[in-house]
Nanobody
Framework: QVQLVESGGGSVQAGGSLRLSCAVS????????LAWFRQDYVQKKEREGV?????????SYRDSVKGRFTLSQDNAKNTMFLQMNSLTPEDTAMYYCAADLSGDPCDYSDYDDFSYWGQGTQVTVSS
């Protein structure tokens, strides 16, 4: 069973930075997609994909975080990171990492494609 555990959330002021980590364990397949999602429950927003990386190392970002967020992996590919800079209150949300092991193209636009989820880590940005 694949397990994902996020860490690194917290509270920062606008303009600040946070680095999220997602520890991945269990039987990962050769072809996979790992992604970060977020959901602001207070503002009752839909869950949205933030960034994703596939097993070939291709990375994609949603437009609103391009140039501010950076997704990376450690060499062993068992930890995924999300470096978040220039944070704004609009980035406030619960952040989740998720894995899609179906072998389909890596696409974070539909969270239903992802079968494995972490418990989430809260990011709060104050103005």
């Amino acid at each position: 069973q694949v397990q994902l555990v996020e860490s690194g959330g917290g509270s920062v002021q606008a303009g600040g930075s946070l680095r999220l980590s997602c520890a991945v364990s269990g039987p990962m397949k050769n072809k996979f997609c790992l992604a970060w999602f977020r959901q602001d429950y207070v503002q009752k927003k839909e869950r949205e994909g933030v960034a994703a990386i596939d097993s070939d190392g291709r990375i994609s970002y949603r437009d609103s975080v391009k140039g501010r967020f950076t997704l990376s992996q450690d060499n062993a590919k068992n930890t995924m990171f999300l470096q978040m800079n220039s944070l704004t209150p609009e980035d406030t949300a619960m952040y989740y990492c998720a894995a899609d092991l179906s072998g389909d193209p890596c696409d974070y636009s539909d969270y239903d494609d992802f079968s494995y989820w972490g418990q989430g880590t809260q990011v709060t940005v104050s103005s």
